[in-house]
């Protein structure tokens, strides 16, 4: 299970996001530069992918909080053996070892992936990626949001 992002790693990521997805080379680099302590960029990729995957999937799968054991237990089960969550759980792993030593052309590569990601395990269209990022954003900022 994924740790709950802080606000301004949300934030780092989905600018970062969205520079990819503008094509704006000058956002992308600014946002690859870190501060002293601060997580890499494309490791706050993946965590936030990782955190998307597990936010979703569990919904497509009627997979909720105060269900009875047995029903969890099932739905958890048809969850864990879809050979979607099965794709999802090796790209995000497969991501998360890349990032940590990443170029910043493979930083493109990730971001572009997950985009890509998103949109297939969702009903989001190329038209919806940059106001899904916003509640990303806005959802980060109000610090109650699914990943604060």
Not at 68 to 78: F, H, I, S
Not at 87 to 111: D, F, N
């Amino acid at each position: 299970m994924a740790e709950p992002m802080a606000p301004d790693d949300i934030l780092r990521a989905c600018g970062y996001l969205e520079a990819v997805w503008r094509n704006d080379a000058v956002d992308m680099a600014a946002l690859l530069q870190r501060g002293p302590g601060e997580t890499p960029t494309p490791v706050l990729l993946t965590e936030l992918g990782e955190n998307i995957m597990q936010l979703m999937l569990p919904s497509q799968f009627g997979v909720h909080d105060g269900m009875p054991g047995q029903d969890l237990a099932a739905a958890t089960e048809k969850m864990r053996t879809d050979p979607t969550v099965q794709v999802s759980m090796v790209l995000l792993e497969t991501l998360k070892s890349l990032a940590p030593t990443a170029t910043p052309h493979q930083v493109e590569i990730i971001a572009r992936a997950l985009i890509s990601y998103l949109l297939s395990i969702s009903k989001a269209t190329e038209d919806d990626v940059l106001p899904m990022l916003s509640v990303l954003r806005q959802s980060a900022l109000q610090r109650n949001g699914p990943f604060a």
